[in-house]
């Protein structure tokens, strides 16, 4: 008698691609068994029972089929359908999108449980598709926690190298966040400390903080954490340039 092995998983939709005529490979990063690659059958198909439970962006309780490379995709159920409403909007998008794929880098490995970066990434998609933050600042704010999860957790107060109480004036992405005058490494940048102020405040949640802080302070801690992210994750978020690029216009569209 062969043995099928079935498990249930709630799961984030991170990236979608096509297989086949009919099929699509899904990337899940899971409650319980991290991150997950499974092909769901005929979900292109207009008759798929559940293919639009599984875009990026949507929480689905789901049951797979362990497969030898890939498993497959039996059951889903929505628990989050936060797709459409993330996807009304260029901001929005462009944000949520930066979010997935900073998750599917910072969690490499398959089947390595990661929970907390799972709770953070949809209470993040959560209140993004609300409007609950500017989009931005919910993207910063994801971005230094997930960090910090992963182990490069920032310092805004403190220096990053010798420990020396601060505030401090300069920041070095590769020395960890704020540096004092003698750590402070040639060409470091001195952000305003507002922007300090802010970026600790997107780390801790601290909402009613960073919401009160000016366009020129929000645009300056954005170029931080972009920064800082593509440093210890040592390569470039695609999806970080539309974000850039994007109009400040369209932020609350």
């Not at 939709?13 to 991150?35: F, M, P, S």
């Not at 490494?185 to 405040?201: N, R, V």
Request: proline fraction near 5%; charge should be neutral.
């Amino acid at each position: 008698m062969v043995r099928v092995a079935l498990y249930r998983d709630e799961g984030i939709v991170l990236r979608a691609q096509k297989l086949g005529e009919a099929d699509r490979i899904v990337t899940l990063l899971t409650r319980e068994h991290g991150k997950v690659r499974a092909v769901a059958k005929g979900v292109r198909r207009t008759s798929s029972r559940f293919g639009a439970r599984l875009e990026p962006f949507m929480v689905v309780d789901l049951q797979l089929h362990e497969g030898r490379n890939l498993d497959v995709v039996t059951q889903a159920e929505t628990i989050g359908s936060y797709a459409r409403a993330i996807s009304e909007s260029y901001p929005l998008y462009t944000a949520g999108a930066t979010m997935l794929e900073a998750a599917d880098r910072l969690v490499a490995d398959e089947r390595e449980p990661a929970v907390q970066q799972f709770w953070l990434l949809a209470g993040a998609l959560r209140a993004l598709s609300e409007r609950r933050q500017d989009a931005t600042l919910l993207m910063d704010s994801y971005l230094l926690r997930a960090l910090a999860i992963a182990g490069w957790a920032p310092t805004f107060t403190d220096c990053g190298r010798c420990g020396e109480p601060g505030p401090h004036h300069a920041f070095s992405v590769a020395s960890g966040g704020a540096v004092c005058s003698r750590c402070r490494p040639p060409g470091s940048p001195a952000p305003a400390p507002e922007t300090f102020t802010l970026l600790a405040a997107l780390l801790s949640g601290e909402w009613d903080v960073a919401e009160a802080t000016a366009d020129r302070h929000r645009r300056e801690a954005s170029g931080l954490v972009a920064a800082y992210s593509q440093f210890h994750l040592e390569r470039t978020l695609r999806s970080l340039r539309m974000v850039e690029r994007s109009p400040q216009a369209l932020e609350r569209t």
